[in-house]
């Protein structure tokens, strides 16, 4: 019998905490999560896949960025219920640009790495706004207008996106195109921190969309009225 039967995957809902280290130098890069369809493509490629619980799809590490993750072993804990990934890194682990994803001093807040590549152009300006919206969870709402409507009540950020809709159906409505791309930033920001509140990725919205193509709009409409 393989060890991989050993896996418990029953304790987190049929996922497992993976913890990825550089393998020539054992740093710390990440820590995500896998199910069963993503271990067997990492067995299988050698190249990491991950389940991402915010996309709620598999995810293979550097599809957008390139920044793959070529694997060189897979350890088994004795609980058997977390793996430990030796890759090795190509370009960066982090979102944000980073080798690691770990790299703020929890007791001195001090970022202890800084940012080795611009990852913006390759995740796009709607997923870095969101990763951004997300990291600013912790902000003083004093100083971070993001982190105010996050931690204020919830009526007030839905409040907003009804105001900024309203104002950009008035763009339209007169017909002014610096007003409508002005309008439709605003809602589309207000829009991503009422999902990032609720901890879901824009890459759901693109999935949802994706399945449409095809379909025709009434169609679509009436299938979910009969659901």
Known sequence: MSIKENID??????LIPVITQEAKTNEVLMLAYMNKEALNL???TKIAHYFSRSKQRIWKKGESSGHLQN????LLDCDNDTLLLKVEQIGVACHTGRKSCFFT???TNEEVSKIQVDTSSAYGV?????HT?????NDDPKKSYTAKLLKGKENSMLKKIVEEAGEFTFAIKDANEEEIVYEA????????????SKNI???RVKQELAKRFGISGIEEKNSRKQE
């Open 185 to 196: 930033a605003d809602l589309m920001y207000h829009c991503l921190v009422a999902m990032a």
């Open 105 to 107: 001093n929890l007791e």
């Open 71 to 74: 694997v060189k072993e897979i």
């Open 133 to 137: 919206i997300c990291e600013r969870k």
């Open 126 to 130: 709607v997923d870095t706004l969101y």
């Open 9 to 14: 995957w029953e304790k987190m809902d049929n």
């Open 201 to 203: 990725s824009p890459d």
């Open 42 to 44: 990492t067995l299988e």
